[in-house]
Every structure is written in C-alpha cells, then in structure tokens.
C-alpha cells in the first residue's frame, strides 16, 4: 500500500499532535493526517499557560504552535471542539463522540494527554476554585490574578509544585497575597528532594508568599457561590477569595483503557504502556508525550513525562515510527521552569530514595549555581539555575555512567565536558 491509500489519525491536539501531524508531512507522508482536538483552540503550548501569558508577558497567539491557516495549508485535516470516545482494533475505527461518525485508520496515535486532579473535599464546586492545564483556564486565572492584585486579594494553593509555584510567582506579581499547602515537608519535595526543595522555599519565602507544609486542604468555606477560606487538617482557617487546586496531574487513559490496550501501574506514574518504538500493546496504535509510558533503560525504569519536551520530541519520534523510519525514543528527561528572577532547567531522573549524595557547584545560597544528584559516584540528574548553556554536558554526564569525582564536580573551574569523557 503506497502513502497516498494510507490514513494516519491523531487524537489529541497539543503540543505532541501538532509535532507528530508537522513531522508526517515534513518527512514525505503523502496520505491523509487527521488531526482530532477536543478544543476549540488550535493546538497549543502549555508552559506559557502558568509563565508568559499568565503574567500579561506574551501574547495570546504567541501560545498557538501553528499559525491557524498552516493546517489547511498542509492537507491536515483538523477536527476542533470533537471527541473521540471508542476504538475499534479489530475494524481499525475510532468513533466520534458527537455523532457516532467512525472514521478508519491505518495507523493511531494516541497523544491524548493528562488532566488536573481534583481536590475531593468539600466546597470545590464554588465558583472560585481553579485548575490550570488549558488555555481557556489561564485566561480565566489571569483575569483572577488581575482582580486580587488590585483588591489585595488572597489566593490559596494546594500543592508547592511546578505548577503551584509559578502559580505563586505570578500572584505575587500582580500584588495578592498567597498561601501555599503542601502536605511534604518542602516544595518540590518528590522531584529535588529536600536538599534543593528548600532553595525555592526561601525564594518564595522572599517575595512575601505563605508556606503550610505538612498540612492538607480539608475544606473551602464559602458563602453564595463565593470562597471565603480554605480549612487545613491541623484545625486552622486560611483567608481566601480563590483556590486553585494544582495536586498534579492524571494521564487520559479512559480511551486507550477502553480499546483493552496495556495500561501501566500508577505506581509507575500510570500512563498508556509502549515500547522503545512509541507503540503501544497493538502494533497500528502508537502514543506519546503526557499519557505514554516508556521504557528508558538509562535508568533502569519505566517512567511518563509530562514537560513540555516530551511532548516536542515524543510526537515527532512517534510520527516518524509509524511512517516505519529506525527509532528509539530514550530522551533524557528535561523541563524548565521561571519564577520572579530565578531561571532553572533540570535534566535526568533522582527521586528522593533514588540517590546517596547531592552535590552543589556555585553559590546555591545566591541562587546561582548547578546540583547534581548523585548515586555510587554516577551522576542521575543535573538543575542547573542561573547558569546557562549547560544542558548538553550535564545530559551527557548522565548518559555517560561513569564515576565522577565529587570535587571536580563541584569545582566550577572544572570543564563538565572533561567528567563525562
């Protein structure tokens, strides 16, 4: 069957499925792409969601990956503001949820995602409460934002992650006042540990920001639809004029569960099971960025990735593996983040437990500086922050393996590009 008789289908319209849909068409796929978005937006960008464009920094179509007429200019068929709620294996379909239209396939990719979890508490059904994860959520939070800064305004956020905390950076910008409640002793507790969780600690701590460590929501009190306060299990009221829930995310498997696809353990962070390839348990279904789980055998595990570079590398790694091309998608895993005057960028993997040693180049204590994790001497992972150009090395270390002397690491004089030779 040559290109042309072929149809390759998209379901989902991010980042990863305007990638894959660009990456089909750039690399000669003369068949019909069919591009599914249950938004009315065109695919976007999400990290300007809680950066940029949260802050009144960019502008709203600086989020779009494309210009809009790029899609009708490439023969990619684009289905905006439509869901797809089954698929068939057998017939090779998926169904449209709107009208039952089905629609064949020759090869499936699946790039459907992740959602906000939910508080399961009382009170979150008040209109002040908030998650972030879509356009249409930023501009509901930005005019939020906007609103407590000019009326000191209080807003409360449950969870000091990443989302959370550029959340926290932004408010603090526009002039409310934030509280944040963690249940971990530190912010960013399970991905730097309480070594560097506590660098973003004082930075916020700086900028006049609230910390409840070790300590959950139990209740948003409110009155007439409206927040009044938000209830923590240790018995204390916490003024609040909005919430925003940001405890993480779920990958959106409800899809791929229902075609019997592999399905990997929560414990594993959950996610759509594929190969070294990006397929999935059926060879004509593939999956990438925030609902995939890959094998890296770097570090020995199965992990799913929610930054925005997995879904820039994953969905193109997936288009060119459908099209048959020779591919291995083992990334080093890799996110950024800003907040106030602090830039960072982390690459590999050290969850607390993973690691013996943490080792700091620089002047963590100016904010200037890069840690690596380290285990038996090899190097897990590197965050480097307000230090730039550094990324390619640190990446390499880690892909390098080798034992690594902890002075030299920490020796700013010491070239990175000499410890991984």
Known sequence: MVDADQT????????????????LRAEGFTGRVILICDERDHPYERPPLSKGYLLGKEERDSVFVHEPAWYAQNDIELHLGQTVDAIDRDARTVRFGDDGT????????????????RLDIPGTDLAGVHHLRRLA???????????????????????????GLEVAAAAREYGAEVTVVEPQPTPLHSVLGPELGNVFAELHREHGVRFRFGVRL??????????????TDDGEEHPAHDVLAAIGAAPRVALAEGAGLEIADRALGGGVVVDERLRTSDPYIYAAGDVASFPLDLFGTRLRVEHWANALNGGPAAARAMLGRQMTYDRVPYFFSDQYDVGMEYSGWAPPGSYDEVVIRGDAGKRQFIAFWLKEGRVLAGMNVNVWDVTEPIQKLIRARV???????????VPLERLSA
């Open 102 to 117: 089905l629609v064949h396939y020759d090869k499936l990719l699946l790039v459907t995602g992740a959602e906000p979890r």
């Open 137 to 163: 959520h930023a501009e509901r939070l930005k005019n939020v934002l906007t609103s407590l800064g000019r009326d000191n305004g209080h807003l409360v956020i449950a969870g000091a992650g990443w989302i």
């Open 403 to 413: 034992r690594v002397d902890a002075e030299a690491l920490a020796d700013p004089g």
């Open 8 to 23: 390759f289908v998209i379901v989902g319209g991010g980042l990863a499925g305007a990638k894959a849909a660009e990456t």
């Open 218 to 231: 139990t209740e948003i009190v409110g009155q007439d639809g409206m927040v009044l306060a938000a209830r």
